[in-house]
Structures are given as structure tokens and as C-alpha cells.
């Protein structure tokens, strides 16, 4: 197993990855308030985070991959006013959405989703244990946790205080908290919102208080691989951090935390109030997964990322780059050393990047190398660059290769018509050609190397 180098925002450096219970890997990812639509920017970071999942487990890692589901929360109760509903049945609904969702962009890594409701005992037992540690103070609305009571608190992000671009919503505020930061943990019952009658008083769960809990009961109280996107590290994952290790007396929660960058549109970051929102389910319409999935891991997954049609049509055609080399693999052909070689190589080198902090655009770099050298050699791609071209699907999932290695000789033949035309600079029957072809659902690309072409997909 060669080591991976893993960036850990604990730490502020990039650093070997070692799970404490190695090849075992307990790997967590914050996941989503099942209020509204999932948007792109979540596409992102589950994409990044689907394949950190899968690379850990090609590198002979066993993962296993918790996500947790918001379904108890101000901005459910919020949402089910203005419909004229309950709160559960928002949930469900948007729960529902949000895994058709990660099915559509073909996130398939996730092993548990754990409701929060379905972890209350968990969550009150939590809370306890912070009250009879010292680390909780109850008012007329509930339990919040005090701040003063755990030193190390700012640990994570290098400090205490809010800033723009975090993600603030639930904030808690209340005049006579004793910190300005002390955040809830069980909120008191109102009227018209979901509660629980418990040992803390009839109420339901402060929204950090539900990731610690739901980690605990499958991982314990320290665990592996904590991930979420860059706005939440402060306050969410802070006071995470804060409230498990309290509770429990055992540092760290995680030893590893990575954060992926945002989606960013037009410069900003993509909100409902900024007004520059789009589902998952609107970019669906507007594009294939693959090429989705493709925009996400061409970028680095610490990077922030500008979405627009001409990031998709970039990704489009780069993914159809490599779908139309596979289509030039012969399998049946017998690769000499030399080419054998060079697939080999390419995949080693791929992984090397890869081991360097999941570096996914630097691989597809070298992927690209291959292939460019492939096509100045006289020698037909064989069974090593099938290989080759399926190990790196199996990790992006970003490829349409079925038929992929089946040329369609009339094709062959029609593209060959059209160079010998265009060279005879016949370019109206050149184009003439190119039509012909493009009602088939075949795309050309003319480049140094040659004309490729393939067929487009849904």
C-alpha cells in the first residue's frame, strides 16, 4: 500500500495519511439540510468526496462512508410554514430528491445515511455528558454550550470569530448567553415545531450537535476522516470539535479533516439570496452527469471552481477527448513492450499524483500526455491502454465506454472521405460530410494528430 498524502485542515499541512485502525478507513462527510433542492455547489463536494471514497479503496483501503441527513431544523420548520405542511413531510421529500440526486451524478460511495431524528437518545445521552463535565448551561430556551469551558476551541480554523464567508446560518442568538459564540445543543419546545419529550425537557436537537452524536454511535468518539465543504469549518466543524472532545475527554475527533473550495458563480458563491442558485436537478437538464462529474474532478477539490456553460462545454470536450481515444483501442491487438510500457507507466504516474492529495487534475494531465503520444505512434492502442482507460473510470466515473472499443467501419470510412476532401481543399463536400455525420450523432474534431470523432450521448 503506498502512502497517500492527505492536506488536513488540523494541521495546516499536508500530511501522511495513517487511520488508526489501518487498512480501515471511518470517513465522514457533514451532509445535507433536507429543507430545498440540492444545488451544484453540494454536486461538488459530494462528487470530490464520492471520489476520495473510491481512490482510497482502489489504493486497498477499506472504507467505510457515513454522511449525516439534517432532517430536524430551523430552515425545515421555516419552509413547512410557508407550504402549509409539516416539517416531516418536508423532509422526506427533499431527502428523497437529494438521493435521486446523488444517484443521477452516479455518487455511489456513500455506505450510511443517518437521520438525525433517528439519534435523538443519542444526541440527549451527548448533551449529558457535556452538563456533567461543565460544559453546558441551560436558559429559558434550552442548553447551550459555553465556550469558556474549552480552551481550545478555535483549534480547527485558527479562531473564534465569524467572518463573511462562513456559513452562518443557525446562529443562536440570546441575550444572556455567556459567550457571544456559545452555541445551542437542545433547543425548548415551541409551539408548532417538532420536540421530543426527554430528560433534557421536551425540544429537539441544535444542528451540531446531531453530526457528533451520529459519529459517535458508528465510529466512536475519534475517528479517521472528517470532510465538508471550506464554509463550514467555522463555526460547524469547530464547535463539532469542541463538543465531542468535551463530552468525551479524547482528542482528536477526527484526525484527518479535509474541505473542499466552493462553486463559485460569476465570482460569488453560490446562494439562494445572492439569486444565482441552480439544482442539481437544473444542471442536469442542461448537461450529462459525466460531464458534471467531469468539471468537478478536473479541478482540484481544495479549489475553488467558477461554474458556467463554458466550464461545461471545456469539460464536455476533454471528456470526449479521452472516450474518443478508447475508441481507437484494438483489444484484440498484441501490444509490443514498448507500448505495453507506456500504459503502464501512465497509470504509475497517475496514481503518484494522486497519492499527492487526491490531485485529480494533475492525473487527468498525464492521461492526456499518454494519449497524445499514443496517437504519434504507428503501433494501435491494445489491451494496455483498455486497461488503462477502464482503471481510470472505475475512479472518475466520468466516461461513456460501453461499445467504446468497437470502430464502426462505415464511419472510419466517411472520416476518411471527408480528409481527402478537405486536403483536395473540396470543403463544401468536406462539410457536406460533417452534416451527414452530425445527424447521426457523430461529433468531429479535427486537430494535429488527425480527425477523431465519436458519438454523442445522453
Same mark, same amino acid.
Given at each position: 500500500?503506498?502512502?497517500?498524502?492527505?492536506?488536513?485542515?488540523?494541521?495546516?499541512?499536508?500530511?501522511?495519511?495513517?487511520?488508526?485502525?489501518?487498512? %480501515?478507513?471511518?470517513?465522514?462527510?457533514?451532509?445535507?439540510?433536507?429543507?430545498?433542492?440540492?444545488?451544484?455547489?453540494?454536486?461538488?463536494?459530494?462528487?470530490?468526496?464520492?471520489?476520495?471514497?473510491?481512490?482510497?479503496?482502489?489504493?486497498?483501503?477499506?472504507?467505510?462512508?457515513?454522511?449525516?441527513?439534517?432532517?430536524?431544523?430551523?430552515?425545515?420548520?421555516?419552509?413547512?410554514?410557508?407550504?402549509?405542511?409539516?416539517?416531516?413531510?418536508?423532509?422526506?421529500?427533499? $431527502?428523497?430528491?437529494?438521493?435521486?440526486?446523488?444517484?443521477?451524478?452516479?455518487?455511489?460511495?456513500?455506505?450510511?445515511?443517518?437521520?438525525?431524528?433517528?439519534?435523538?437518545?443519542?444526541?440527549?445521552?451527548?448533551?449529558?455528558? *457535556?452538563?456533567?463535565?461543565?460544559?453546558?448551561?441551560?436558559?429559558?430556551?434550552?442548553?447551550?454550550?459555553?465556550?469558556?469551558?474549552?480552551?481550545?476551541?478555535?483549534?480547527?480554523?485558527?479562531?473564534?470569530? *465569524?467572518?463573511?464567508?462562513?456559513?452562518?446560518?443557525?446562529?443562536?442568538?440570546?441575550?444572556?448567553?455567556?459567550?457571544?459564540?456559545?452555541?445551542?445543543?437542545?433547543?425548548?419546545?415551541?409551539?408548532?415545531?417538532?420536540?421530543?419529550?426527554?430528560?433534557?425537557?421536551?425540544?429537539?436537537?441544535?444542528?451540531?450537535?446531531?453530526?457528533?452524536?451520529?459519529? %459517535?454511535?458508528?465510529?466512536?468518539?475519534?475517528?479517521?476522516?472528517?470532510?465538508?465543504?471550506?464554509?463550514?469549518?467555522?463555526?460547524?466543524?469547530?464547535?463539532?470539535?469542541?463538543?465531542? %472532545?468535551?463530552?468525551?475527554?479524547?482528542?482528536?475527533?477526527?484526525?484527518?479533516?479535509?474541505?473542499?473550495?466552493?462553486?463559485?458563480?460569476?465570482?460569488?458563491?453560490?446562494?439562494?439570496?445572492?439569486?444565482?442558485?441552480?439544482?442539481?436537478?437544473?444542471?442536469?437538464?442542461?448537461?450529462?452527469?459525466?460531464?458534471?462529474?467531469?468539471?468537478?474532478?478536473?479541478?482540484?477539490?481544495? !479549489?475553488?471552481?467558477? *461554474? !458556467?456553460?463554458?466550464?461545461?462545454?471545456?469539460?464536455?470536450?476533454?471528456?470526449?477527448?479521452?472516450?474518443?481515444?478508447?475508441?481507437?483501442?484494438?483489444?484484440?491487438?498484441?501490444?509490443?513492450?514498448?507500448?505495453?510500457?507506456?500504459?503502464?507507466?501512465?497509470?504509475?504516474?497517475?496514481?503518484?499524483? *494522486?497519492?499527492?492529495?487526491?490531485?485529480?487534475?494533475?492525473?487527468?494531465?498525464?492521461?492526456?500526455?499518454?494519449?497524445?503520444?499514443?496517437?504519434?505512434?504507428?503501433?494501435?492502442?491494445?489491451?494496455?491502454?483498455?486497461?488503462?482507460? $477502464?482503471?481510470?473510470?472505475?475512479?472518475?466515473?466520468?466516461?461513456?465506454?460501453?461499445?467504446?472499443?468497437?470502430?464502426?467501419?462505415?464511419?472510419?470510412?466517411?472520416?476518411?472521405?471527408?480528409?481527402?476532401?478537405?486536403?483536395?481543399?473540396?470543403?463544401?463536400?468536406?462539410?457536406?460530410?460533417?452534416?451527414?455525420?452530425? $445527424?447521426?450523432?457523430?461529433?468531429?474534431?479535427?486537430?494535429?494528430?488527425?480527425?477523431?470523432?465519436?458519438?454523442?450521448?445522453?
Amino acid at each position: 500500500m503506498m502512502p497517500i498524502k492527505v492536506h488536513n485542515t488540523l494541521t495546516g499541512r499536508t500530511e501522511e495519511f495513517r487511520p488508526e485502525r489501518e487498512p %480501515e478507513v471511518r470517513m465522514f462527510v457533514c451532509g445535507p439540510t433536507v429543507y430545498g433542492p440540492s444545488h451544484v455547489g453540494h454536486a461538488k463536494t459530494y462528487t470530490q468526496f464520492d471520489f476520495i471514497a473510491r481512490y482510497l479503496e482502489a489504493s486497498g483501503y477499506t472504507v467505510t462512508y457515513l454522511q449525516n441527513v439534517t432532517d430536524v431544523d430551523d430552515k425545515i420548520i421555516r419552509r413547512a410554514r410557508e407550504e402549509g405542511t409539516r416539517p416531516e413531510e418536508i423532509a422526506d421529500l427533499f $431527502e428523497k430528491q437529494y438521493l435521486e440526486d446523488m444517484a443521477a451524478l452516479g455518487n455511489t460511495r456513500v455506505d450510511v445515511h443517518a437521520r438525525a431524528h433517528d439519534h435523538i437518545d443519542a444526541i440527549v445521552d451527548q448533551i449529558k455528558r *457535556l452538563i456533567e463535565r461543565g460544559h453546558a448551561y441551560r436558559l429559558d430556551d434550552g442548553w447551550y454550550f459555553d465556550l469558556a469551558s474549552f480552551p481550545a476551541y478555535g483549534k480547527l480554523s485558527g479562531r473564534t470569530d *465569524l467572518r463573511p464567508e462562513d456559513s452562518v446560518s443557525r446562529i443562536d442568538d440570546h441575550a444572556t448567553k455567556r459567550n457571544p459564540g456559545d452555541f445551542a445543543l437542545w433547543k425548548g419546545r415551541k409551539d408548532g415545531e417538532p420536540f421530543w419529550e426527554t430528560e433534557l425537557g421536551p425540544g429537539r436537537p441544535g444542528w451540531h450537535i446531531e453530526d457528533t452524536a451520529i459519529t %459517535e454511535t458508528f465510529f466512536g468518539p475519534s475517528y479517521d476522516l472528517h470532510g465538508g465543504a471550506v464554509d463550514l469549518v467555522f463555526p460547524h466543524h469547530e464547535a463539532e470539535v469542541a463538543q465531542m %472532545e468535551a463530552a468525551s475527554g479524547i482528542e482528536p475527533l477526527a484526525r484527518y479533516w479535509m474541505h473542499t473550495g466552493l462553486l463559485r458563480v460569476d465570482g460569488d458563491k453560490m446562494s439562494k439570496s445572492a439569486g444565482n442558485f441552480l439544482t442539481i436537478r437544473d444542471a442536469l437538464s442542461r448537461t450529462d452527469f459525466r460531464t458534471l462529474r467531469y468539471a468537478f474532478l478536473s479541478q482540484h477539490y481544495r !479549489s475553488s471552481m467558477e *461554474l !458556467s456553460d463554458s466550464t461545461l462545454e471545456q469539460a464536455r470536450g476533454a471528456r470526449r477527448r479521452i472516450e474518443n481515444f478508447a475508441r481507437t483501442i484494438d483489444p484484440a491487438h498484441t501490444d509490443s513492450p514498448a507500448n505495453a510500457a507506456r500504459a503502464t507507466d501512465t497509470w504509475k504516474e497517475m496514481r503518484e499524483r *494522486l497519492d499527492d492529495d487526491f490531485d485529480t487534475p494533475g492525473a487527468l494531465a498525464v492521461l492526456f500526455q499518454y494519449i497524445r503520444e499514443q496517437n504519434r505512434t504507428e503501433e494501435p492502442a491494445g489491451p494496455s491502454a483498455l486497461r488503462l482507460i $477502464e482503471n481510470v473510470d472505475n475512479l472518475f466515473g466520468a466516461f461513456e465506454l460501453t461499445g467504446a472499443v468497437q470502430p464502426d467501419s462505415a464511419v472510419e470510412d466517411l472520416v476518411k472521405e471527408r480528409d481527402r476532401m478537405r486536403a483536395e481543399k473540396r470543403f463544401a463536400e468536406a462539410d457536406a460530410i460533417r452534416d451527414r455525420l452530425t $445527424e447521426q450523432g457523430i461529433t468531429l474534431e479535427d486537430s494535429s494528430d488527425g480527425t477523431r470523432w465519436w458519438r454523442d450521448t445522453p
